[in-house]
């Protein structure tokens, strides 16, 4: 299928019939990325709300096509959402792809000099938001393993804080630049909103609580609704070059790396020195790298090899921890912050 990377269709209002039956059909309906405005006669304030950048994480737009199908809207601020990676969701099975066999991550292509293809769509996206001028700008994303919820931001201003605080517990502070929309140089707060695992039953409910949330109006300006965790230094555990991976509960002597099967159990705390996280061929540590928000790989620091064992060296916290071989293999097997 033939990708038109130009194109964005713009939905104003839309009634039922096109809303369709359910999620599956409204999704199968779209020819492109989508934006769909929600307007508020009384108010001259606009609200972002951007999913399915990523094709295999359905609960923001589940969600949205729930909170649409509740009428009468009662909206107090414009909303406009934007649905993504329209084509890479309805590729069979519906919601299995992140992208397109042969695409790109476009949530690694926004801010880039580049102008074609997935870069084009990123720039259309980020036309699109900035069109209405926003006040606040959420993208909603679901984890590639089970999680619970939390924010992710590359900025940590009092509003960045606040956002966050209505719809989860923690923030991660990230300077990471990785080319996602959360990086995006606009005059209003943009945070990610990784709702936990689509396959987790609360990250539909924790991605239709924020529309309703949003669309209720939030007031950046008064303290935080409630306390939130902030967690600086995200560092991304990556594969190095040209090494297989695998996940298993025990140590089969494969080449490369072997991570332990049940891996997303440390997405919910924290991970103790001396925990085993996997095994390792005989290159030891040197099939992992470790990279810190200076581009540093500190693997070293934080890990340890002994006797094909892959070892924390220290306590720390996981998250985005995926037993999704493809999404390991093509960005990262984890994030940790000491
Ligand atoms: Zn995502």
Redesign the pocket.
């Known amino acids: 299928m033939a990708i038109d990377f130009s194109d964005v269709c713009y939905l104003e209002n839309p009634d039922n019939i096109t809303l369709k039956a359910d999620y599956k059909q409204f999704l199968l309906s779209l020819c492109s990325p989508t934006v769909i405005d929600i307007t508020c006669p009384d108010s001259d304030q606009w609200y972002v709300i951007t999913t399915l950048?990523?094709g295999n994480?359905p609960s923001g737009f589940i969600a949205l096509h729930q909170w649409l199908n509740q009428r009468p809207w009662q909206n107090k601020v414009n909303l406009r959402f934007i649905i993504c990676s329209v084509e890479a969701a309805q590729a069979t099975p519906l919601f299995s792809h992140r992208f397109l066999p042969g695409g790109k991550d476009i949530?690694r292509c926004f801010n880039h000099q580049e102008n074609r293809e997935y870069y084009l769509r990123a720039n259309i996206i980020e036309q699109a938001i900035r069109q209405v001028s926003p006040v606040l700008v959420v993208d909603m994303?679901?984890t590639s393993g089970s999680s619970p919820a939390f924010c992710v931001s590359s900025h940590m201003t009092k509003q960045h804080l606040k956002l966050a605080s209505f719809f989860c517990d923690n923030v991660i502070l990230s300077h990471i630049a990785l080319g996602a929309l959360m990086e995006i140089d606009i005059d209003c707060p943009v945070i990610t909103l990784e709702c936990g695992g689509c396959q987790d039953i609360q990250a539909n409910k924790v991605a239709f609580d924020a529309i309703a949330i949003l669309a209720n109006s939030v007031d950046l300006t008064l303290s935080h609704k409630q306390a939130i965790k902030v967690i600086h230094h995200p560092m991304r555990l990556q594969l190095a070059k040209d090494t297989d991976l695998v996940f298993a509960l025990e140590d089969k002597g494969d080449d490369g790396v072997t991570i332990i099967e049940n891996i997303t159990q440390f997405n919910y705390g924290v991970c103790r020195a001396g925990q085993i996280l996997g095994w390792l061929d005989h290159m030891g540590l040197e099939n992992l790298v470790l990279i810190d928000e200076n581009q540093n790989n500190v693997i070293d620091d934080y890990f340890y090899f002994e006797d094909s064992r892959l070892i924390a060296a220290c306590d720390f916290q996981i998250f985005m921890a995926t037993t999704d071989i493809a999404i390991a293999q093509s960005d990262c097997l984890f994030y940790i912050t000491a």
Request: glycine content about 0%; hydrophobic content about 15%; proline content about 0%.
């Open positions: 950048l990523h994480e949530n994303h679901n």
